[in-house]
């Protein structure tokens, strides 16, 4: 069995992301730990995964 599918409409453009980076040996590096604020950085730093969450 192939899994389902559905054509999707966005009301915007996805973002194409580099999978080349490493960011989890270089979390500092990333766009989106940039924007945490100061509380949120060293939970992230503790356990980078949150930022899939985000």
């Known amino acids: ?3 389902p599918s559905m054509a999707v ?3 915007f453009k996805p973002e ?3 999978t ?4 989890y040996s270089d979390i500092e590096s990333s766009a989106l730990y940039k924007m945490l604020p100061a509380n949120a950085k060293e ?4 356990s980078p995964h949150l930022l899939e969450y985000l």
Do not use: E, Q, R, W
Request: proline share 6%; no cysteine.
């Open 9 to 11: 409409n966005l009301p």
């Open 43 to 46: 939970y992230v730093k503790a």
């Open 20 to 23: 080349t980076i490493d960011f």
């Open 16 to 18: 194409v992301l580099d």
């Open 1 to 3: 069995m192939g899994s």
